[in-house]
Every structure is written in structure tokens, then in C-alpha cells.
T-cell receptor, first 116, second 114 residues
Framework: ETGVTQSPTHLIKTRGQQVTLRCSSQSGHNTVSWYQQALGQGPQFIFQYYREEENGRGNFPPRFSGLQFPNYSSELNVNALELDDSALYLC???????????????FGPGTRLTVL | AQTVTQSQPEMSVQEAETVTLSCTYDTSESDYYLFWYKQPPSRQMILVIRQEAYKQQNATENRFSVNFQKAAKSFSLKISDSQLGDAAMYFCAYRSASTGKLIFGQGTTLQVKP
């Protein structure tokens, strides 16, 4: 069984650019959540996708957007990058049916984004 | 809004000893889940233990156990017989029963001394 994978591993961008991060969920999982983890901090929830629809969003501006595909893989897009967007971006998948709170979220290794 | 607080930025324990990591949370909900996650340096976040709020019995997973005090909104993690591989950042997290959003604390870095 393949776990959650993310690409790329590392990325360097400049202020104002746009970036797309990718996540492949674990087999059988239909829900994907994205988190931003600043250095030395706990992850912050960005949004969640369930069956290709956004199913909850944290306190992030609209320039953070996402997609989920029919195979349940997902993308996180960030437009107009700012220096504060530098962080580890984590993707987590779960077999949740909708918003079932107790289902475990399985995390990927993350993408380290640096904005210069 | 729910919040999770970990008041110990760093902890250290001698190998084979026991250590307790603290976590408090704030919520007005009655149905929720609590988690402890481990994040080793440059490695993936993995679930250590989970507690359902409606269960009074404290969860245990081998050397890991929790002390869940619902009225006090406290959820501490006890690691017994600490091993070098336990060294990592530990995060306490809250999840409402009605949403998929995990709310994390600031983390506690655990050092295990040989």
C-alpha cells in the first residue's frame, strides 16, 4: 500500500510568483487536507477536499486555492507569493466520509517552499 | 474557536525513563477527538495515539498513554521506557467530530539522552 506522497520536495520561488504543490493520497482515501507549517510551529489548516469539493477552509486568503481530482490526488496553488508563505506544506489524506472527525489523517513528507 | 496549547517548548528525558508532555485545549463542543502526533526531524508526521472525548477510559498504545481530563480540558502524553527513537517534535491536536480540520498546538521538542 502506497502512502501519501508529495512533490516537489523543495521549491524556491521569488515574491509575486505562483506555485503549485502536488499530493497523491493513500490508496482508498477520498479526503485530502492541506496544512502550512512555519519553522518551529504547529501546522495550520488551509483547507480540505472531499470528493473534489472544498469541504472546509482555514484562515487563509483566496490566493491559496486547491483542486482535487477524480483519483483523489490534489493540488495546492498559491498566487502572488509573499515572504511569509515560506513554510513546509503538508498534505494529509484520510478515508473519511465527509467530515467524520475520528478518522486518522495520514501525512505526506511535505514540500518545503522558500520565497525570496 | 478552539485552541490547543502546549506550554513546554522543550523537554528532555533519560533513556528508559518516563516523561510526560502537557497539552490543554479550549472548546465549547462536547464531541471531539484529541491526538498526539510525532514529527521526527525531516521525517513525516505520524499518529502516536488518539482519544475520543466520549470515552472516559484513557487511550494506551504500547509505551504511550494519555491522561485525559475532560472537565479540565487537559490531555497529557506519557512515554514510558523512553527510547532514542522517541526523540522528535510532538504535537497535540484537536478535531471536532463535525469537521475534518485538525487544530495543532505549538509543539514540544523531546530530547532523549543516552
Amino acid at each position: 500500500e502506497t502512502g501519501v506522497t508529495q512533490s516537489p520536495t523543495h521549491l524556491i520561488k521569488t515574491r509575486g510568483q505562483q506555485v503549485t504543490l502536488r499530493c497523491s493520497s493513500q490508496s482508498g482515501h477520498n479526503t485530502v487536507s492541506w496544512y502550512q507549517q512555519a519553522l518551529g510551529q504547529g501546522p495550520q489548516f488551509i483547507f480540505q477536499y472531499y470528493r473534489e469539493e472544498e469541504n472546509g477552509r482555514g484562515n487563509f486568503p483566496p490566493r491559496f486555492s486547491g483542486l482535487q481530482f477524480p483519483n483523489y490526488s490534489s493540488e495546492l496553488n498559491v498566487n502572488a507569493l509573499e515572504l511569509d508563505d515560506s513554510a513546509l506544506y503538508l498534505c494529509a489524506s484520510s478515508p473519511a466520509t465527509g467530515s467524520a472527525g475520528g478518522n486518522e489523517q495520514f501525512f505526506g513528507p511535505g514540500t518545503r517552499l522558500t520565497v525570496l | 474557536a478552539q485552541t490547543v496549547t502546549q506550554s513546554q517548548p522543550e523537554m528532555s528525558v533519560q533513556e528508559a525513563e518516563t516523561v510526560t508532555l502537557s497539552c490543554t485545549y479550549d472548546t465549547s463542543e462536547s464531541d471531539y477527538y484529541l491526538f498526539w502526533y510525532k514529527q521526527p526531524p525531516s521525517r513525516q508526521m505520524i499518529l502516536v495515539i488518539r482519544q475520543e472525548a466520549y470515552k472516559q477510559q484513557n487511550a494506551t498504545e504500547n509505551r504511550f498513554s494519555v491522561n485525559f481530563q475532560k472537565a479540565a480540558k487537559s490531555f497529557s502524553l506519557k512515554i514510558s521506557d523512553s527510547q532514542l527513537g522517541d526523540a522528535a517534535m510532538y504535537f497535540c491536536a484537536y478535531r471536532s467530530a463535525s469537521t475534518g480540520k485538525l487544530i495543532f498546538g505549538q509543539g514540544t521538542t523531546l530530547q532523549v539522552k543516552p
